[in-house]
């Protein structure tokens, strides 16, 4: 597979948006997992939000250059996966299908190229939708789009497009969304050499309800085992987070959601352990 390549439409604005949404939460969770040297990995996880309560249960199995993903959860829902790299150069192939729902079923393909990456998505069913993205550029800069087509109504349901420059300690998007009803602006900044603080901004527009929300975040490694990130939005909404890795690969996570411009109101609080034995 090409990693020299400008990456896939969806990865544009990826490491601002992981600066301002990743690890975030204000439910109580809980996640064991293990890995074998036979490629066998399996994970549980249950979460507790409010009165309610699920778990999922999942398992991975590696064998040279194909992939399978089975999840289970309280719902009765079996969600399966597979992935096949290099049937063809630089090529993938994904499989997915959730049961009981026998209509959920969906092959996709990627294709990445030195300057040029292509998707195409198919549903499974007797009224499908076609998804579809291209990127063509370098890995510093890249223009990109997507599309979403239903067969039977002959429409496009959504369609994309922007631009997306990266450097090593910088970086911005642009992406014009909602068949161009909506724009979303980002860009982040590693402010020292040791890249251990990133500082990000994010404007997205609403043209139809002349709408705007600017978000700010930032996170920052205080050490090799422990990362604080904070964001706030015009909207008066703050939200932290401290991350600390107890030993190698577990970690827990305390999140807060406050509201700057309500302050009588009860804070959220969220709690994540992740023990990978």
């Not at 064991?32 to 507790?48: N, P, Q, Y």
């Not at 939708?129 to 979403?148: C, K, L, W």
């Not at 085992?225 to 690969?249: F, P």
Request: charged share 20%; glycine share 6%.
């Amino acid at each position: 597979m090409s990693s020299r390549g400008p990456g896939l439409f969806s990865d544009f604005g990826k490491k601002a948006s992981d600066v301002l949404t990743k690890d975030y939460s204000t439910e109580q969770k809980f996640s064991l997992s293990s890995e074998s040297d036979a490629g066998v990995a399996i994970a549980s996880s249950l979460a507790k939000k409010g009165g309610f309560s699920a778990g999922v249960v999942a398992a991975q199995y590696k064998y040279k250059k194909s992939t399978v993903d089975v999840k289970v959860d309280t719902e009765s829902s079996i969600a399966t996966s597979i992935t096949v790299t290099d049937i063809l150069p630089s090529m993938k192939t994904i499989a997915t299908c959730r049961f009981p729902d026998y209509n959920s079923g969906k092959i996709g393909v990627q294709y990445f190229h030195e300057h040029a990456s292509f998707t195409t998505a198919v549903d499974l069913n007797k009224s499908p939708n076609v998804d579809i993205s291209a990127t063509i550029g370098t890995p510093f800069i890249a223009f990109g789009t997507e599309a979403s087509y239903k067969v039977d109504s002959r429409s496009f349901t959504t369609y994309n497009a922007g631009v997306s420059l990266t450097k090593p300690n910088y970086g911005a998007s642009v992406i014009l969304a909602d068949k161009g009803d909506a724009v979303k602006a980002t860009y982040f900044h590693q402010w020292d050499q040791e890249k251990r603080g990133v500082a990000v901004a994010e404007i997205a527009r609403k043209f139809s309800t002349n709408v705007n929300i600017l978000t700010v975040g930032a996170s920052y490694a205080i050490d090799p085992h422990t990362l604080v990130k904070a964001k706030l939005n015009n909207r008066g909404n703050l939200d932290t987070l401290v991350q600390h890795e107890l030993a190698s690969k577990s970690f827990l996570i305390l999140s807060g959601s406050f509201d700057t411009l309500a302050m009588d109101k009860q804070p959220r609080f969220g709690l994540a352990l992740s023990l990978k034995p």
